[in-house]
């Protein structure tokens, strides 16, 4: 059972849609962050989140961070190809220890 | 800001022979440097987790013998795969944080073959 419960596993939408994507735990975290991964890259930092019920754009982009601090959202907002990845989420415990959720690959098709 | 590069990009070796794949940060001091290991289509796998002067903190089933790691500096670490057999192929990623950030930066990746 991993700490950090990502939903959908998969999306698959067509240009200009709107999407969200889950993080969910029964543990609280002292940040979150979100990251996107293209295939044979490593992964890129979008965003921390550092305060219960934070909530930060960064374009079409908008993060939240549960009240309790447990749980996060990534809103994306007219998906564009460009957009397509694999979105993790890992939540910070203590200082050195960060647990990743499983993952959503998104696909935006033209 | 916090650039972290890995080399080499990918590498092709023997079976039986080792690979070092270096993890540096470019403009920041890296006080915890982080190793992970990435199947196709499924998240980052946690291999071990290094400070700088001291020794690496491996993850439960993580052969320590087997993959070495080095965080000699505040800007390098090192994994070596020593005695490489085809099942270690995969794509290693490395990150790093100083005490200053809330989040890791991760380097670009390597993708080991071992034929």
């Known amino acids: 059972t991993q700490l950090l419960e990502q939903s959908p596993q998969f999306l698959s939408i067509q240009e200009g849609e709107n999407l969200t994507v889950y993080c969910n735990s029964s543990s609280v975290f002292s940040s979150l962050q979100w990251y996107r991964q293209e295939p044979g890259e490593g992964p890129v930092l979008l965003v921390t989140?550092?305060?219960?019920?934070e909530v930060k754009k960064l374009k079409r982009l908008t993060f939240q961070f549960g009240d309790a601090r447990k749980d996060s959202s990534l809103h994306i907002t007219a998906a564009q190809p460009g957009d397509t990845g694999l979105y993790l989420c890992a939540g910070a415990r203590g200082f050195n220890k960060f647990y990743f959720g499983s993952g959503t690959k998104l696909n935006v098709k033209p | 800001g916090a650039v972290v590069s890995q080399h080499p990009s990918w590498v092709i070796c023997k079976s039986g022979t080792s690979v070092k794949i270096e993890c540096r940060s470019l403009d920041f001091q890296a006080t915890t440097m982080f190793w992970y290991r990435q199947f196709p289509k499924q998240s980052l796998m946690l291999m071990a987790t290094?400070?700088?002067?001291?020794?690496?903190?491996?993850e439960q089933g993580v052969e320590k013998d087997k993959f070495l790691i080095n965080h000699a500096s505040l800007t390098l670490s090192t994994l070596t795969v020593t005695s490489a057999h085809p099942e270690d192929s995969s794509f290693y990623i490395c990150s790093a944080r100083s005490r200053v950030f809330h989040e890791q930066y991760f380097g670009p990746g390597t993708r080991l073959t071992v034929t």
């Open positions: 989140v550092v305060t219960g019920g």
């Open positions: 290094s400070n700088e002067g001291s020794k690496a903190t491996y």
